[in-house]
Every structure is written in structure tokens, then in C-alpha cells.
């Protein structure tokens, strides 16, 4: 049985496949439309979420299956103190497959290996958010036509951004991709990321503080959120809240054919006029994260089209 806990667990291969099927998927739905009937997908939502749970809810139904799951630690059994190792062993028996996102590091994990069904993760406090990668994947290639020999700027909270942390990780095998990392010194990506992912693959990357001094060089650019959630106190958050903040103005200086992705929600660091720029994907992002997880359902049920 095959969970999907971290980006690495689908080889270069596999996520190919996957984001091939994810294209298909977008061209035509129908031959998927009862793909995955009978089959029930749980969403164990510890953490809020809009796209990723939705997203999620929707491909299962749009694959004719049905879900079930909580939104909240707050309306499950976790306030009454259960281990996540019991839960899953719980909702193994009521569920087909599970999407489960939580504040702790490694909780999806732990789950997996109490699983009687494939467990994927959603989102794992500061560490990792594969599906969200599949998605932005799909549209950097979408976009692009290709996955490696570009210059991908990734712009915000590089330390505690999920989405970050996992996009390079899968990134960094296509090959011939330049990082420039853009972010006050203290939202720097973390130490584990510089070591296994940067420098082990001898990847080139550099470290600016404003984007005004990458602009001009991205072939895309990806905009974060400042997470506040993850921050030990207000003071911070509130002096670096508005560090890196995208306007029209800004994307004078950039290429034509750039594409600008956030895995949103945006709160104000992509300003209102930049949604009118043809260069803003990141709604176009949100709607690859149906067809993407419509894939990932089918590969790790693995049921075919019907
Ligand atoms: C992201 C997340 O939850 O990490 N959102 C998402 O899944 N689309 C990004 C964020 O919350 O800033």
C-alpha cells in the first residue's frame, strides 16, 4: 500500500505519470466521472483549510466516490484526547483512502504506519505539503511547457512555508533549475533544506531581501503567505508581516511570459490590480489542485477510468 507523506515517496517517474494523468483529467473528466464509485475518501482536517480540503472533496466526488471526515480537531475525538494512531485505526475502517492535515511535524507519518489505507498528506505543520507541490507542478509545466531549465523565485516565509520546502524538494531533481530566495534574513528557508535539498543537489541558487532585485530574471515566481500561525509571538509576525508584497508596479521589470503562483490563501502580499495581470496563475493553480488530487486518488486506489 502507498501513502504520500513527502514528495520524495513518487519518483520523478511516478510524478510525471501522475501529472500526466492530471492533464488528462483536465482535457476530458468524463471517462472518471464513476472511477472511484463505491470508495470513500476521509478528510482528517486538524488545521484550517479551504483549497486543500475542498479540493480534495471535490475530486472524490467528481471520481463518483463520497467522503466523509472533520474540518476541526475541535469537532473530532482528538479534544477528547485520542492519539492520531487511534484515530487512523478508526476511520482504516470506515474510509478507502484519507487526506490528513495537521499542526505537528510528522503526524501523517505516524498515521501511515497504523494505516490499513493509503494516508496522504495535506499539509504537516512547517514541513511539507506534497499534494499542494503536485499542483504547483502542474501548472509551472502547464505554464511552461517543461519542469526544469528555469528561474523560479520563491518570495515570503521561506522558513515556515510548507509549500516552499516541499516545491524544492521535488524541484530540485527535473535538473538545471536556478533558485533565487527571496525573504527578510530571519524567514530564510530553514537549515535542513539549505543542506539535503540546495546543497546536495548542487543546486544554484541566491538570497535577496527584496524582489525588486530578482524581477527581472524569473521565469516564475512564487508568492507565500507570512505564516502567522507558526510564529512564536505577535511582535515579529507584525514587523515582518508586510516584508515582500507584489504589485503591478513591481511587474513592470519582469518578463513577459512570467507566471506568478501563490498556493494561497493571499492575505496582502499579492495586491488586488496584480489578479488582472495575464502573468497571475495562481487561480488557474487552485483549480490544477482538483485535477492533480482526482490522479493522486485514482494512482493510490489504483483504479482505472471506467
Ligand atoms: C497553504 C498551506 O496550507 O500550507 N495553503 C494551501 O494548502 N493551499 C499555504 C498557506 O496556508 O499559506
Known amino acids: 500500500m502507498k501513502h504520500l507523506i513527502d514528495p520524495l515517496d513518487f519518483t520523478v517517474e511516478e510524478t510525471l505519470e501522475l501529472l500526466e494523468l492530471a492533464d488528462q ?8 466521472a464513476m472511477a472511484c464509485r463505491g470508495k470513500i475518501l476521509a478528510t482528517l482536517f486538524y488545521e484550517p483549510s479551504t483549497r486543500t480540503r475542498l479540493s480534495f472533496e471535490s475530486a472524490m466526488l467528481r471520481l463518483g466516490g463520497s467522503v466523509l471526515g472533520f474540518a476541526s480537531a475541535e469537532s473530532s475525538s482528538v479534544s477528547k484526547g485520542e492519539s ?4 487512523i485505526r478508526a ?12 499542526p505537528k511535524e510528522g503526524a501523517p507519518l505516524v498515521a501511515s504506519h497504523y ?6 498528506n495535506a499539509g504537516d505543520g512547517g514541513h511539507q505539503h506534497p499534494t499542494q507541490t503536485l499542483t504547483d507542478l502542474m501548472t509551472i509545466r502547464r505554464k511552461r511547457g517543461r519542469l526544469d531549465q528555469m528561474t523560479i523565485g520563491l518570495c515570503g516565509d521561506l522558513k515556515f512555508g510548507r509549500t516552499v520546502h516541499s516545491l524544492m524538494k521535488s524541484l530540485v531533481r527535473f535538473g538545471d533549475i536556478r533558485f533565487v530566495l527571496i525573504s ?12 539535503d535539498v540546495l546543497l546536495a543537489h548542487s543546486a544554484p541558487y541566491r538570497e535577496v531581501e527584496t524582489l525588486e532585485e530578482a524581477m527581472p530574471e ?3 515566481l512564487y508568492m507565500t503567505r507570512i505564516q ?3 510564529f512564536f509571538n505577535e511582535e515579529d509576525y507584525v514587523r515582518l508581516k508586510d516584508s515582500c508584497i507584489l504589485t503591478a508596479d513591481k511587474l513592470r521589470a519582469a518578463k513577459s511570459d512570467l507566471a506568478v503562483l ?19 496563475a495562481y487561480f488557474e493553480q487552485a483549480q490544477n489542485g482538483v485535477y492533480v488530487r482526482m490522479a493522486l486518488i485514482l494512482k493510490l486506489l489504483e483504479v482505472a477510468a471506467c
Not at 115 to 120: E, Q
Open 184 to 195: 527578510p534574513e530571519e524567514l530564510r528557508v530553514p537549515d535542513y533544506i539549505m543542506q
Open 228 to 230: 502567522k500561525e507558526r
Open 218 to 220: 524569473l521565469d516564475i
Open 91 to 102: 476511520v482504516s475502517c470506515y474510509a478507502d483512502i484519507c487526506a490528513m492535515r495537521h
Open 84 to 87: 492520531v494512531a487511534d484515530t
Open 262 to 280: 501563490h498556493p494561497l490563501p493571499r492575505v496582502n502580499e499579492i495586491t488586488a490590480e496584480v489578479d488582472n495581470d495575464p502573468r497571475a
Open 115 to 120: 494505516s490499513g489505507i493509503p494516508v496522504i
Open 25 to 32: 483529467i483536465a482535457l476530458d473528466s468524463a471517462p472518471y
